[in-house]
């Protein structure tokens, strides 16, 4: 039986080497770069980004002058169209015109007939004076039937000709809307690369941003521009060997992982724990970093987003990384790149609906404590984070000395 224990227990401490060894092993890749690279992929995206803003000029103009096509097209196509309604109404007073003199060469035919009979001088009479003016009407008559005869073959041409034109201009409008159907599905990609472009943009934007405080970070840290992130980091962040708990007094009321949500119901994955206590929305109730190290984060913007007020912190401890996340603030007390101990108030509790600065994912006074083994940055606990620490996720209660749910303590260090 002792000898089974004993090579279990010397089993376990190998594995634990290993473990270890593995974990050391891995840290380095983590943040392996020298500040000089990470200077030179800032001049990269930098890059990158004035080229997308190029695009993004291109691409707005290019959007200008089909949108200035489309919209000569437009009013050609009304052109048209009002070309068209003029032809239809010439053919139509053509036509009418050409009913009138075909009346009038009826008419006159009716007169020659007439003349033209044996028994007709009589008839022709009246209207004429006397024989020589009948001559004379019948030699007119004559010439206005072929004069009638000619308008409205003239007629019948131009109506063709109007016809003519209006078919020309029916296609010319065909041609067009195809054109104009074909400029508007180019316009719905160009939109789509804009938008494109735009959020791409946003993202180059942020990542910038991230860069560039995380060089200032490093260089007021005093970092050597060939030193790698993780060698200096060791160096100037504050070393230390146990975590503590953030509050002088408390108790759990919300262990991390899978539960049901106090605000919608659903079950979710709980990255934190949840504390309170009796004074937990006093205006004055502290709350302490776990451990020394440097503020990497702070957002006191009062705003209602989810986790409200926030604090990250990066540490060392024992020769390892960790950051710690501090949730639903009513005020913060520390900046950006400050360094803290264990003892330093990094802010007040809050999260509770009464007060002014209540966030959404909150239902009562209490502090939302994250903790993690990969550094801060945007995606990881970042602003762009609704979520808070996911790479690297450690629960705080298996890390930090807490006692059961609901049991109260009065201190930061006593075992439980
Ligand atoms: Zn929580």
């Given at each position: 039986m002792i000898r089974l224990r004993n090579s279990s227990k010397i089993l376990f401490q190998i594995l634990f080497v290993v473990c270890l060894l593995i974990s050391n092993f891995y840290i380095p890749e983590v943040q392996a770069k020298t500040l000089r690279e990470m200077r030179e992929e800032l001049e990269e995206l930098k890059e990158k980004y004035a080229n997308n803003q190029l695009q993004i000029d291109l691409t707005e103009e290019e959007i200008e002058q089909t949108e200035a096509r489309i919209a000569s097209i437009r009013t050609t196509i009304l052109d048209i169209q009002e070309n068209m309604y003029e032809l239809r109404n010439t053919i139509e007073q053509l036509n009418q015109d050409i009913i009138v003199k075909e009346e009038e060469i009826k008419d006159i035919l009716v007169f020659f007939q007439v003349a033209n009979g044996e028994n007709s001088y009589l008839e022709y009479?009246?209207?004429?004076?006397d024989f020589t003016d009948f001559i004379y009407r019948l030699a007119v008559s004559e010439q206005l039937t072929s004069y009638n005869n000619e308008l409205v073959e003239q007629y019948k041409k131009d109506i063709e000709e109007s016809e003519r034109k209006t078919e020309e201009l029916k296609q010319q409008e065909v041609d067009l809307n195809e054109e104009r159907d074909d400029l508007e599905v180019e316009m719905a990609k160009l939109g789509d690369r804009l938008e494109e472009l735009d959020s791409d943009s946003l993202s180059i934007e942020e990542q910038l941003a991230i860069m560039e405080s995380e060089i200032e970070l490093y260089t007021s840290l005093g970092?050597?521009?060939?030193?790698?992130i993780e060698q200096c980091s060791a160096e100037v962040l504050p070393p230390d060997t146990t975590m503590w708990r953030p509050t002088p007094t408390g108790y759990i009321s919300g262990y991390s992982g899978w539960r049901v949500s106090p605000i919608d119901g659903d079950t979710e994955f709980h990255h934190g724990l949840d504390m309170s206590d009796s004074?937990?929305?006093?205006?004055?109730y502290p709350i302490y970093s776990?451990?020394?190290?440097?503020?990497v984060y702070v957002d006191n913007?009062?705003?209602?987003?989810?986790?409200?007020n926030k604090v990250y912190i990066q540490h060392y401890i024992n020769g390892q990384f960790y950051t710690s996340g501090y949730w639903?603030?009513?005020?913060?007390t520390v900046e950006e790149h400050q360094v803290v101990t264990k003892?330093?108030?990094i802010g007040v509790m809050g999260g509770y609906?009464?007060?002014?600065?209540?966030?959404?994912?909150?239902?009562?006074?209490h502090l939302h404590l994250e903790l993690s083994d990969k550094p801060f940055n945007q995606e990881n606990?970042?602003?762009?984070?609704?979520?808070?620490?996911?790479?690297?996720?450690?629960?705080p209660e298996l890390n930090i000395n807490f006692p059961s749910k609901g049991v109260y303590w009065s201190d930061r260090t006593t075992k439980y």
């Amino acid at each position: 039986m002792i000898r089974l224990r004993n090579s279990s227990k010397i089993l376990f401490q190998i594995l634990f080497v290993v473990c270890l060894l593995i974990s050391n092993f891995y840290i380095p890749e983590v943040q392996a770069k020298t500040l000089r690279e990470m200077r030179e992929e800032l001049e990269e995206l930098k890059e990158k980004y004035a080229n997308n803003q190029l695009q993004i000029d291109l691409t707005e103009e290019e959007i200008e002058q089909t949108e200035a096509r489309i919209a000569s097209i437009r009013t050609t196509i009304l052109d048209i169209q009002e070309n068209m309604y003029e032809l239809r109404n010439t053919i139509e007073q053509l036509n009418q015109d050409i009913i009138v003199k075909e009346e009038e060469i009826k008419d006159i035919l009716v007169f020659f007939q007439v003349a033209n009979g044996e028994n007709s001088y009589l008839e022709y009479a009246f209207g004429a004076k006397d024989f020589t003016d009948f001559i004379y009407r019948l030699a007119v008559s004559e010439q206005l039937t072929s004069y009638n005869n000619e308008l409205v073959e003239q007629y019948k041409k131009d109506i063709e000709e109007s016809e003519r034109k209006t078919e020309e201009l029916k296609q010319q409008e065909v041609d067009l809307n195809e054109e104009r159907d074909d400029l508007e599905v180019e316009m719905a990609k160009l939109g789509d690369r804009l938008e494109e472009l735009d959020s791409d943009s946003l993202s180059i934007e942020e990542q910038l941003a991230i860069m560039e405080s995380e060089i200032e970070l490093y260089t007021s840290l005093g970092c050597g521009e060939d030193q790698t992130i993780e060698q200096c980091s060791a160096e100037v962040l504050p070393p230390d060997t146990t975590m503590w708990r953030p509050t002088p007094t408390g108790y759990i009321s919300g262990y991390s992982g899978w539960r049901v949500s106090p605000i919608d119901g659903d079950t979710e994955f709980h990255h934190g724990l949840d504390m309170s206590d009796s004074g937990a929305n006093w205006d004055d109730y502290p709350i302490y970093s776990i451990a020394n190290g440097i503020v990497v984060y702070v957002d006191n913007s009062n705003t209602s987003t989810c986790g409200g007020n926030k604090v990250y912190i990066q540490h060392y401890i024992n020769g390892q990384f960790y950051t710690s996340g501090y949730w639903h603030l009513r005020d913060v007390t520390v900046e950006e790149h400050q360094v803290v101990t264990k003892n330093t108030q990094i802010g007040v509790m809050g999260g509770y609906p009464a007060t002014e600065y209540w966030d959404e994912c909150s239902t009562g006074a209490h502090l939302h404590l994250e903790l993690s083994d990969k550094p801060f940055n945007q995606e990881n606990g970042g602003s762009e984070s609704i979520y808070g620490l996911r790479d690297g996720f450690l629960r705080p209660e298996l890390n930090i000395n807490f006692p059961s749910k609901g049991v109260y303590w009065s201190d930061r260090t006593t075992k439980y």
